[in-house]
């Protein structure tokens, strides 16, 4: 019997008694072995960007500042498909244009997360690509033990759809652990 489970029987000694290591019992699948419940080592975090996040919340920036060690980076990912679909229905100058923009926007945002990570002794490295949104973050997380992803990342979200498709792809193809804001 490891310490967890010690814990929860003394806690629950007088309150559920035998009812809870039936609780236990049938539930065995649903919670957590005590392996389960050590903490990753976190060294390298993956927070992908795009024009769909217009800030980062406080409450993200405060649990990520318990991984002071780790190097943080910032992906801003320029969709190059709508970059291509631009440039083949509207011409090559719109293209540009919707380049410089996006280029321009990805910098700012990039350097004022960059710039409140700094503020908590935070290490970050900035990079701005023509991409996939999923294929690309799917690929970066595997050199990575953390991936933080905002509900937005790939397209707007709504009241009857509170989490963009491609963070659900994402979610479903990538083995670490993730921070959803």
């Given amino acids: 019997m490891g310490l ?3 814990l929860i029987r003394r806690k629950f000694k007088n309150v559920a008694g035998k009812r ?3 609780i236990l019992k049938e539930y065995k699948e649903f919670l957590l072995t005590e392996e389960e419940m050590v903490l990753p080592e976190i060294k390298s ?4 960007l795009d024009r769909f996040i217009n800030e980062v919340p406080a409450e993200v920036y405060d649990t990520l500042s318990a991984y002071k060690e780790a190097k943080i980076l910032l ?15 509207l011409g090559r100058k719109a293209s540009e244009d919707f380049r ?3 280029e321009r926007y990805g910098m700012t ?12 002794d935070m290490s970050t490295q900035l990079r701005l690509f023509f991409g996939d949104k999923s294929e690309d973050v799917i690929k970066l997380s595997e050199k990575h ?3 933080v992803l905002s509900k937005a990342y790939g397209s707007e979200i709504t009241k009857t759809h509170p989490l963009s498709p491609i963070v659900l792809k994402i979610v479903q193809h990538v083995d670490i652990p993730i921070i959803i804001y």
Wanted: charged share 25%; net charge negative; hydrophobic share 45%.
């Fill in 75 to 89: 992906v801003y990912i320029i969709d190059a498909q709508v970059f291509h679909m631009i440039e083949h229905t």
């Fill in 20 to 22: 809870y290591e039936r």
């Fill in 145 to 147: 033990d953390m991936l």
């Fill in 4 to 6: 967890f489970s010690s």
């Fill in 100 to 102: 410089k923009n996006e």
């Fill in 109 to 120: 945002l990039l350097e004022k997360i960059a710039s409140t990570f700094e503020e908590l």
């Fill in 45 to 48: 975090i993956l927070m992908p």
